[in-house]
């Protein structure tokens, strides 16, 4: 057993490994020098190398050297003949390329406001609101080096725009889109898929026929003698056939409220099927309106900028908006007032105001942003200048030299644009604010987005963080106490109701009838030396007078006319005798168009010379009331060829020739 188990393990054993011999060819010392040898064969190689980058950076390096003196010598031949054109880019002058490019890029022409409350963006704790680019940037760096002379690389260019200017995504969605914009657009896309036309938009389209790709606003008229034969570069070897594009439209909905039928509007979205050749033609037709509408977009917003650049310390502009009414809210609520219609709402009226109190060079724009608040919900021009009454006090108090106030709005025809507001505009803005003259601008439908947008959205979130920590903004009160006490860069305003029966009260004495082509305006002027006129302009000038014709937009004029059926007239005297009766009697009280009353002396006398009052000399005798001044009395000389008025106070009484015509006389009325 022993053996076999001894033999088993004999022949399961592997054999040893061999003992290396001492005597070996390879040794340590061969093995080391031939490292040796292939370090020195590597280093060579790399001297090598070297070398040759030595000798290439000398070739360049004395290529440069020769070129910068070349360039020195240039410089010093330009510096002798005075033609210099060689500038160094200091800090200073790389300031000035970033302003420039803030102040292109930040212009309503080129970006727009956002007005969502969380659209904000801060970068090293400074907060602004988010605008999105209304082109790309390339296209803007070819304007921008266009207007302003300022060759710039695009590199540049990107590097300064404002990190508060973003680029729009597809993901934001944007529910303020003009739909004369949209429809176009629509149009366009659908016949650059079927291979009619190369552009991809309408403003392209529009640019592609007028003079060098350029907005110009006699360009987009069709005013322009070199442009406006241009016609549209159509692709005519696509075979007509059906196409389909989509449109914005407003349709009637008949919709079933508590068992009965009532019919609501709606705008919807919808598919059109038609042909080529039907949607060209549409093309041809919309195309003229589409144009006139952004060369009216891109005036106003230049007009705009213009005023802002050349505003004088007697000047001032105020851009107001409505925002959307603010839902308050507790920061718990209940399902029951959450869902229901507990929550109270508020009406906001933003406002920002321009102003300038230095002149030239020294000219610093500062801007004042406002809010009124009110628990009244109405937005006609009764409570719009309740809003602007306290937003006038404050304009005082800023410019207190101000005699032209310029007033830029949106134009909806319930709110700013209606004959209401306009007779308001006469008798009471103008009045409050004590000034020579308003101008009234309105921007072009569907393009109203501006800073008081901003100014709401600021407010509506201050509100909202008061809420997420825990405070409760349910109320007006609530409301104004969170913006008291956190609102520190935009002056706050309560409205009530007090004013509103006063306003009221002027204009139901307005008889101003509606002017045809009120959705035309967009600019309207009001003087004090012809106050019962206001011109009409279809567009915003700046050169022509407020008070005379507009020979470049003048469009008609807008009469302020009121109710005077409650105006003193005097009598037609037949005798002496009834002239020395009306002698004795008492003051009358007028009433005028702003609500107010006048007292009216009517002691005359005749002489028993003076020739009995006929039709003929009845003006003469009984010099016609004006009811402009309160508590001016009427006395009549014997002097019959004009008439004065005596002001208790006035050191000097004042004289009024007689007007010689029947029209002269109701205009004095």
């Given at each position: 057993?022993r053996?076999?188990t001894a033999d088993?393990?004999e022949?399961?054993t592997?054999?040893?490994s061999p003992?290396p011999?001492?005597?070996?060819?390879?040794?340590?010392?061969n093995?080391?020098?031939?490292?040796?040898d292939?370090?020195k064969r590597?280093m060579?190689?790399?001297?090598?190398?070297?070398?040759?980058k030595?000798?290439?950076?000398n070739?360049?390096l004395?290529k440069?050297?020769m070129?910068?003196k070349?360039?020195?010598?240039?410089q010093?031949?330009?510096v002798?003949?005075?033609?210099n054109?060689?500038?160094?880019?200091t800090r200073?002058q790389?300031q000035d390329?970033?302003q420039?490019?803030?102040?292109?890029i930040?212009?309503?022409e080129y970006s727009?406001l956002t007005s969502g409350k969380?659209?904000t963006?801060t970068?090293?704790?400074i907060k602004?609101q988010?605008?999105?680019?209304?082109?790309?940037?390339?296209?803007?760096?070819?304007?921008?080096?266009?207007?302003?002379g300022?060759h710039?690389s695009?590199?540049?260019?990107?590097?300064y725009?404002p990190f508060?200017?973003?680029?729009?995504?597809a993901?934001?969605r944007?529910?303020c889109?003009c739909?004369?914009?949209?429809?176009?657009?629509?149009i366009?896309r659908?016949?650059?898929?079927?291979k009619?036309?190369s552009?991809?938009?309408a403003?392209d389209?529009?640019k592609?026929?007028c003079?060098?790709?350029?907005?110009?606003?006699?360009?987009l008229?069709r005013t322009?003698?070199t442009?406006q034969n241009?016609?549209?570069?159509?692709?005519?070897l696509?075979k007509d056939?059906?196409?389909t594009?989509?449109?914005?439209v407003?349709?009637n909905?008949k919709i079933?409220?508590?068992g009965m039928?009532k019919?609501?509007?709606?705008?919807?979205k919808?598919?059109?099927?038609t042909?080529v050749?039907?949607?060209?033609?549409?093309?041809h037709?919309?195309l003229?309106?589409?144009?006139?509408?952004?060369g009216?977009?891109?005036?106003?917003?230049?007009?705009i900028?213009a005023?802002?650049?050349?505003l004088?310390?007697s000047?001032g502009l105020?851009?107001?908006?409505?925002?959307?009414n603010?839902n308050c809210?507790?920061?718990?609520?209940i399902?029951?007032?959450?869902?229901?219609g507990s929550?109270?709402?508020?009406s906001?009226?933003t406002?920002v105001y321009?102003?300038?109190?230095?002149q030239?060079?020294?000219?610093h724009?500062?801007t004042?942003?406002?809010?009124?608040?009110s628990?009244n919900?109405?937005?006609?021009?009764?409570?719009?200048c309740a809003?602007?009454?306290?937003v006038?006090?404050?304009i005082k108090?800023i410019?207190p030299?101000?005699i032209?106030?310029?007033?830029l709005?949106?134009g909806?025809?319930t709110?700013?644009r209606?004959k209401?507001?306009?007779?308001?505009?006469?008798?009471?803005?103008?009045k409050?604010?004590?000034v020579?003259?308003v101008?009234?601008h309105?921007?072009?439908k569907?393009q109203?987005?501006?800073?008081?947008d901003?100014?709401?959205?600021?407010?509506?979130?201050?509100c909202d963080?008061?809420?997420a920590?825990g405070k409760?903004?349910?109320?007006?009160d609530g409301?104004?106490?969170c913006?008291?006490?956190?609102?520190?860069?935009i002056?706050?305003?309560?409205?009530d109701?007090?004013?509103?029966?006063k306003?009221?009260?002027?204009?139901?004495?307005?008889?101003?009838?509606?002017?045809?082509?009120t959705?035309?305006?967009?600019?309207?002027?009001?003087s004090?030396?012809?106050?019962?006129i206001i011109h009409?302009?279809r567009?915003?000038?700046?050169?022509?007078?407020?008070d005379k014709n507009?020979?470049?937009?003048?469009?008609?004029?807008?009469?302020?006319?009121?109710?005077?059926s409650?105006?003193?007239?005097?009598e037609?005297?037949?005798?002496?005798?009834?002239?020395?009766?009306?002698s004795?009697?008492s003051?009358?009280n007028?009433a005028?168009?702003?609500?107010?009353?006048d007292?009216?002396?009517?002691n005359?006398s005749?002489s028993?010379e003076s020739?009995?009052?006929?039709?003929?000399?009845?003006?003469?005798?009984?010099p016609p009331?004006?009811p402009?001044?309160?508590?001016?009395s009427?006395?009549?000389n014997?002097?019959?060829?004009d008439y004065?008025?005596?002001?208790?106070?006035a050191?000097?009484?004042r004289?009024?020739?007689l007007?010689?015509?029947d029209?002269?006389?109701?205009?004095?009325f």
């Amino acid at each position: 057993m022993r053996k076999r188990t001894a033999d088993l393990i004999e022949q399961n054993t592997p054999p040893s490994s061999p003992v290396p011999s001492t005597t070996s060819s390879f040794s340590r010392v061969n093995a080391g020098k031939a490292t040796a040898d292939r370090n020195k064969r590597a280093m060579k190689r790399e001297n090598l190398n070297l070398k040759a980058k030595v000798l290439q950076m000398n070739q360049k390096l004395k290529k440069y050297r020769m070129r910068i003196k070349r360039l020195k010598a240039k410089q010093r031949k330009q510096v002798a003949n005075g033609t210099n054109s060689v500038r160094s880019e200091t800090r200073a002058q790389k300031q000035d390329i970033k302003q420039a490019v803030h102040e292109f890029i930040l212009q309503d022409e080129y970006s727009r406001l956002t007005s969502g409350k969380n659209e904000t963006i801060t970068r090293k704790k400074i907060k602004k609101q988010i605008r999105l680019l209304n082109d790309t940037l390339l296209n803007l760096h070819t304007v921008f080096k266009n207007k302003t002379g300022l060759h710039i690389s695009y590199q540049t260019f990107r590097r300064y725009r404002p990190f508060w200017v973003l680029f729009p995504k597809a993901s934001s969605r944007n529910t303020c889109l003009c739909i004369l914009h949209e429809n176009s657009d629509h149009i366009v896309r659908a016949l650059q898929k079927a291979k009619v036309i190369s552009f991809g938009s309408a403003s392209d389209l529009a640019k592609s026929i007028c003079c060098q790709n350029s907005l110009n606003l006699k360009c987009l008229e069709r005013t322009c003698t070199t442009c406006q034969n241009e016609e549209i570069k159509l692709n005519t070897l696509i075979k007509d056939g059906y196409i389909t594009y989509e449109r914005w439209v407003t349709k009637n909905n008949k919709i079933i409220v508590k068992g009965m039928e009532k019919v609501c509007k709606r705008s919807v979205k919808e598919n059109v099927k038609t042909t080529v050749t039907s949607l060209v033609h549409l093309l041809h037709i919309n195309l003229p309106v589409y144009m006139k509408h952004v060369g009216n977009f891109v005036h106003q917003v230049r007009s705009i900028h213009a005023l802002k650049e050349k505003l004088s310390p007697s000047e001032g502009l105020l851009h107001i908006d409505f925002s959307e009414n603010y839902n308050c809210k507790y920061s718990a609520e209940i399902q029951s007032a959450h869902f229901g219609g507990s929550k109270i709402q508020l009406s906001l009226h933003t406002c920002v105001y321009y102003s300038n109190n230095s002149q030239p060079p020294d000219r610093h724009l500062k801007t004042t942003s406002l809010c009124t608040v009110s628990e009244n919900l109405r937005h006609d021009p009764i409570l719009i200048c309740a809003h602007l009454k306290p937003v006038m006090q404050r304009i005082k108090q800023i410019s207190p030299d101000i005699i032209k106030l310029h007033v830029l709005s949106d134009g909806p025809s319930t709110q700013y644009r209606n004959k209401s507001m306009f007779y308001l505009i006469a008798n009471y803005v103008s009045k409050e604010l004590d000034v020579e003259a308003v101008i009234w601008h309105f921007s072009e439908k569907g393009q109203g987005k501006g800073a008081p947008d901003g100014v709401g959205g600021c407010v509506k979130r201050l509100c909202d963080n008061s809420v997420a920590i825990g405070k409760d903004v349910s109320n007006y009160d609530g409301l104004m106490t969170c913006l008291q006490a956190n609102c520190k860069g935009i002056e706050i305003f309560g409205i009530d109701d007090s004013d509103v029966p006063k306003i009221q009260k002027i204009l139901e004495k307005s008889t101003t009838k509606p002017f045809k082509g009120t959705f035309k305006i967009h600019q309207l002027t009001w003087s004090r030396r012809d106050p019962f006129i206001i011109h009409a302009r279809r567009l915003s000038c700046l050169d022509c007078p407020e008070d005379k014709n507009c020979s470049h937009f003048e469009i008609g004029q807008i009469h302020i006319q009121y109710d005077t059926s409650n105006i003193y007239t005097p009598e037609l005297p037949r005798s002496p005798a009834a002239a020395s009766a009306r002698s004795s009697a008492s003051p009358i009280n007028i009433a005028t168009p702003d609500g107010s009353t006048d007292t009216i002396s009517t002691n005359r006398s005749f002489s028993p010379e003076s020739p009995p009052a006929t039709p003929d000399n009845f003006m003469l005798q009984n010099p016609p009331v004006c009811p402009k001044k309160k508590n001016r009395s009427v006395s009549d000389n014997s002097d019959s060829s004009d008439y004065i008025f005596d002001p208790p106070l006035a050191k000097k009484p004042r004289r009024f020739i007689l007007p010689e015509t029947d029209s002269e006389i109701e205009s004095t009325f």
